[in-house]
């Protein structure tokens, strides 16, 4: 079993949807949790991360953990085509040296 | 303020060859790792190093060999290509204190014919 299983779509959405991406994991140990986007042919950006359970909002982004069920998730309001690129989730134990990656999921925001 | 730096971009080897992947950064981070990313796989780590003179392996760290003899280079040797190593490769580097999230360069596309 993976460590960290993402849906690796692909995800069509038209602009202006609201679009949930989620990861699911295995280990209880895991402290911090993260969301990576990653345009093509580069390398992955991070986007936001929190620490345990709870909700992060930065602007268009929120960010949601629920350690209780082992998983995390991304929503997108407003979704802009700027927003097509593939999501990685991302996550670690609380020492953070060794980071544990979901496969991705693409998504294509259509105008 | 360049971040992290990966050379070559893109590379053509033929099975059985050696070549160095080149990794800087020049934002003084203690702790540098090596991933690739393979279709279906997400990003696997190969071997990391929380300073100079200090590495250790990763997930994948069969086939490669990885040196710090400073802070700010990390490089990712194939001792001896083979198609299975054809990726893209990925290194990326925090600072150590605590918890940081790793910053990322662009990749090197290496094909392995």
């Known amino acids: 079993q993976k460590e960290v299983e993402q849906d690796p779509g692909p995800l069509s959405v038209p602009e202006g949807a609201i679009v949930s991406l989620n990861c699911t994991y295995s280990n209880s140990a895991f402290q911090y949790f993260m969301w990576y986007r990653q345009y093509s042919r580069k390398g992955p950006e991070l986007l936001m991360y929190?620490?345990?359970?709870g909700n992060k909002e930065d602007g268009r982004f929120t960010a949601q953990v629920d350690k209780s069920s082992k998983y995390i998730s991304l929503f997108i309001r407003d979704s802009q085509p700027s927003d097509s690129a593939t999501y990685l989730c991302?996550?670690?134990?609380?020492?953070?040296?060794?980071?544990?990656f979901g496969t991705g999921t693409s998504l294509t925001v259509i105008p | 303020n360049a971040g992290v730096t990966q050379t070559p971009k893109f590379q053509v080897l033929k099975t059985g060859q050696s070549m160095t992947l080149q990794c800087a950064q020049d934002?003084?981070?203690?702790?540098m790792s090596w991933y690739r990313q393979d279709p279906g796989m997400g990003l696997r780590l190969i071997h990391y190093s929380v300073g100079a003179g200090i590495t250790d392996q990763g997930e994948v760290p069969n086939g490669y060999n990885v040196s710090r003899s400073t802070t700010e280079d990390f490089p990712l040797r194939l001792l001896s290509a083979a198609p299975s190593q054809t990726s893209v490769y990925f290194c990326a580097s925090s600072y150590l204190q605590g918890w940081q999230p790793q910053h990322f360069g662009d990749g090197t596309r290496l094909s392995i014919l």
């Open positions: 934002m003084n981070h203690e702790y």
């Open positions: 929190t620490y345990s359970s």
């Open positions: 991302a996550m670690t134990l609380n020492t953070g040296n060794q980071f544990y």
